[in-house]
């Protein structure tokens, strides 16, 4: 067989545990003999990621992992995604006047305008400074953090801080980006990086 002659292999796209297509299959061609590498496919497009209703979508996996073209019939290589997921801290600073001492401030968070589970992974910063509630409620003192694990990259995060009282003003910080003032902050798509928002009082003198 000449080895100019030219076969195909087609590559379907599938969301990771389903056997729901991402997007549509294609075809691509190449010479008889030639290895097709699933993950170089995929690279090289660049096919990483995907969008589909509001969510990114990143690359597993692959079964076969390679395909060699062959004369007379069509190989087939199955690409698998899920949603990209990356973490979102909230901070707590308090500064001026006598600052925060051992207050607790406390906290209600929403991702996609729902209470996140009960089993969403957290950690902190440091036990004594922070604590999560359970139902999207969470404690922090001045210099605690809280880390919310793997939510989904593209999904809206809406943190609201409970009035603290006359004594502070509140301000806000998501990554070295936005900036705001008040007790509710949007992180409007959870992005690859970053995801780092900063509530900061400033405890007034009296």
């Known amino acids: 067989i000449d080895g100019s002659e030219l076969g195909e292999v087609t590559v379907n796209y599938y969301i990771e545990g389903t056997t729901t297509k991402l997007k549509d299959s294609e075809n691509i061609k190449g010479s008889i003999g030639q290895l097709v590498e699933a993950k170089t496919y995929a690279e090289l497009y660049p096919k ?12 597993v996996s692959a079964n076969p992992e390679s395909c060699t073209i062959v004369h007379g019939k069509r190989g087939e290589i199955n690409l698998y995604y899920s949603i990209a997921s990356n973490d979102v801290t909230v901070a707590k600073i308090v500064t001026g006047g006598l600052g925060g001492g051992n207050t607790d ?27 999560y509630l359970g139902s999207g409620k969470f404690t922090l003192k001045d210099g605690g953090s809280i880390t919310f694990k793997n939510l989904p990259v593209g999904a809206k995060v809406e943190v609201t801080e409970q ?21 509710f902050a949007v992180i409007a798509s959870v992005a690859n990086t970053g995801n780092r928002l900063t509530f900061t009082n400033y405890r007034k003198f009296t």
Not at 115 to 131: F, H, L, W
Not at 164 to 169: A, H, T, W
């Open 105 to 131: 401030f406390h906290f209600t968070i929403t991702v996609n305008d729902a209470a996140p589970a009960d089993t969403i992974a957290t950690t902190v910063s440091d036990s004594s400074k922070a604590a």
């Open 48 to 59: 990483l990621t995907y969008n589909r209703d509001g969510r990114t979508y990143s690359y």
């Open 163 to 183: 009035a603290p009282g006359s004594s502070y003003k509140t301000t806000w910080t998501l990554d070295a980006d936005e900036e705001g003032e008040g007790l």
